[in-house]
């Protein structure tokens, strides 16, 4: 796949500074009120995951962020530790139509508190630290794996490289829409969408939204 950091600008230089900075303020003002809130609530899910399967706490993976940059993305471990060397074994059973994304409801590495955290997003809760690092803002397209990326890459990519023209984020149009429900198409559209359309009140909207989305588990793996 030809890199897309060649061809891709930052969408934020193209907006008045004051948008910039209300988003980050925003998002370092929601990590920190997220951090003090959840304190205890991320100290039981790191005890129930040492508990429930040897292995570390926290994973991390390559995703692609803002200008096709890559960074180390922090989840809470919800698979066996080989479970990135198993991958291959298990992609003929993928159930993302066209394949480009993994999708697999019945997934055999995910481990049972594993179960519990993808399909409660949970698992998420550590990317806060990836805001507080500037690598993520709280809403924007999820930031995909390599493995995905490429594949993204050839379906469309012109509508992938705009997705990387903002800050990737923890939620964002595609989770409040249905998720696992939606096609790779979809999230896409909902995407380049979210970018032309961006604003405060949008992230806002977004944001009040992932709760009862989170609660009804629609599309969740």
């Keep these: 796949m030809k890199n897309p950091v060649i061809a891709v600008q930052d969408r934020s230089q193209q907006r008045p500074h004051w948008q910039f900075l209300a988003k980050r303020v925003l998002d370092y003002g929601g990590v920190g009120l997220g951090l003090l809130l959840l304190a205890p609530v991320l100290l039981i899910i790191s005890l129930l995951i040492y508990i429930d399967s040897p292995g570390p706490v926290f994973f991390r993976q390559e995703r692609k962020g803002l ?3 890559t960074f180390r993305l922090w989840k809470f471990r919800t698979m066996e530790v ?3 060397a198993r991958l291959h074994e ?3 059973l993928n159930e993302c139509e066209g394949g480009v994304l993994f999708k697999l409801k019945s997934d055999p590495r995910v481990t049972r508190i594993g179960r519990i955290l993808r399909s409660t997003s949970l698992d998420e809760l550590p990317q ?3 805001v507080l690092q500037g690598q993520m803002s709280l809403v924007g397209p999820r930031p995909l794996q390599l493995r ?5 890459f050839k379906f469309d990519h012109q509508a992938f490289e705009q997705r990387l023209t903002v800050l990737p984020g923890i939620t964002g149009p595609w989770q409040i829409a249905g998720r696992s429900n939606l096609n790779f198409e979809q999230m896409l559209k909902l995407d380049c ?3 032309e359309q961006w ?5 806002l909207t977004i944001l009040l939204n992932t709760l009862p989305a989170v609660l009804k ?3 969740a793996y």
């Design 67 to 69: 200008s096709g940059r």
């Design 82 to 84: 080989n479970a990135e």
């Design 148 to 152: 995905d990326c490429e594949r993204a």
């Design 199 to 203: 604003s405060l009140p949008l992230d």
């Design 193 to 195: 969408d979210y970018i």
């Design 90 to 92: 298990l992609e003929a």
């Design 128 to 130: 806060l630290f990836n």
């Design 217 to 219: 588990r629609s599309g």
